[in-house]
């Protein structure tokens, strides 16, 4: 009689385990599949650039909202100051006004017209006033001035209230701005990191290099400055090689692009905006061939300032690691025009 016997179960144990690996490699497998290569050190290099122009622009942004700011807010101290100082004039006038009302009242009565200084609503004041034949010349010219006083308020608080949701709006901007800038920075500090230490130290070296070479081994040629201002600006720059690029800031220890450039003109007696977007504006515009030194010289979209130092270098600040420097026009990006500052 033939024998019958089930064949053995397997370990339900071994089974799972036997799963799970075979799950993890092909996971393993398409992952490899999948997964890009790691870049170059010239593809890092280029992609951080690329990180690096976007933070600009959005610093630009900042500047541009933090600069708003600061205008806003010495326009309102102004309006609440003339605020006060109105209030103060008109309390005066219906101080005035109400000791007239207590002498009268205690006499026996108050007079219409000095009821009607009391008056709460100014717009009616004058209607009333000509109904009233017993108001002087002097008590009219009183009401007149209780009245515009009492305009010019109303109008002020307005402009101010305005102003203040503006500003509330403003900061609300700087912010969005600020966090973006931290993005693109961080994003750019991954891609750093993804290089070896070799490789980060080869690119500081090179940057280090081409600070150390801005120092004095820089050929500018011998252009001549279109003013005696432009001169200025541009040897005030020169004086600051070495200091590092911090964004938001215009010196005297660290600078932005259009901080450096708004920072040079100044030691020329020359006031420049701010930023980057309105320093476009704060001359006469000329082309690469014009260029003249101690001109501003705009990249990347008007992204980018430094000022032309001759020969085709630019003297700037370039972007976070690196520290105000000459540069060849050639390397920073794509050019869009100069700027004569004129005196």
């Known amino acids: 009689m033939a024998s019958h016997r089930r064949p053995k179960q397997p370990n339900r144990t071994r089974v799972t385990v036997l799963t799970a690996t075979a799950a993890a490699a092909v996971a393993l497998t398409s992952q490899a599949a999948n997964a890009a290569p790691k870049p170059t050190k010239s593809e890092v290099k280029a992609e951080v650039g690329k990180l690096y122009q976007e933070a600009e622009r959005a610093t630009n942004q900042y500047n541009g909202a933090k600069e708003k700011q600061q205008k806003l807010e010495k326009e309102i101290g102004r309006l609440q100051d003339k605020v006060a100082r109105e209030q103060g004039e008109l309390n005066e006038v219906r101080k005035g006004i109400g000791a007239m009302a207590g002498e009268q009242y205690r006499s026996g009565g108050i007079d219409p017209s000095v009821q009607l200084f009391l008056s709460a609503d100014p717009d009616d004041y004058l209607d009333k006033a000509t109904t009233l034949d017993s108001l002087s010349a002097q008590q009219l010219k009183s009401l007149k ?70 120092a004095g081994r820089v050929d500018l040629g011998n252009d ?99 520290s105000v420097r000459y540069e060849s026009m050639s390397t920073i990006g794509s050019f869009q025009f100069g700027v004569r500052v004129a005196g």
Request: hydrophobic letters at 35%; charged letters at 20%; a positive charge.
């Open 145 to 214: 001035t209780v009245q515009d006083k009492q305009r010019t308020l109303a109008q002020e608080r307005a402009e101010a209230s305005e102003k203040l949701k503006d500003l509330a709006g403003t900061r609300t901007e700087l912010g969005k701005r600020k966090q973006q800038i931290q993005s693109k920075l961080s994003k750019a500090q991954k891609l750093l990191n993804s290089l070896t230490a070799a490789e980060r130290h080869e690119m500081a070296d090179a940057d280090a290099r081409a600070g150390r070479s801005s």
């Open 224 to 322: 001549v400055a279109a003013s005696k201002f432009g001169a200025a600006a541009l040897n005030a720059a020169a004086s600051q090689i070495g200091k590092p690029y911090v964004r938001g800031t215009s010196g005297p220890n660290s600078y932005d692009c259009s901080g450096l450039t708004q920072w040079a003109y100044a030691q020329a007696h020359i006031q420049i905006s701010r930023v980057t977007y309105t320093q476009v504006n704060d001359g006469t515009r000329v082309g690469m061939s014009a260029l003249k030194p101690g001109d501003l010289v705009f990249f990347n979209n008007t992204e980018h300032v430094g000022l032309y130092a001759g020969n085709g270098q630019v003297l700037h600040a370039p972007y976070p690691g690196a």
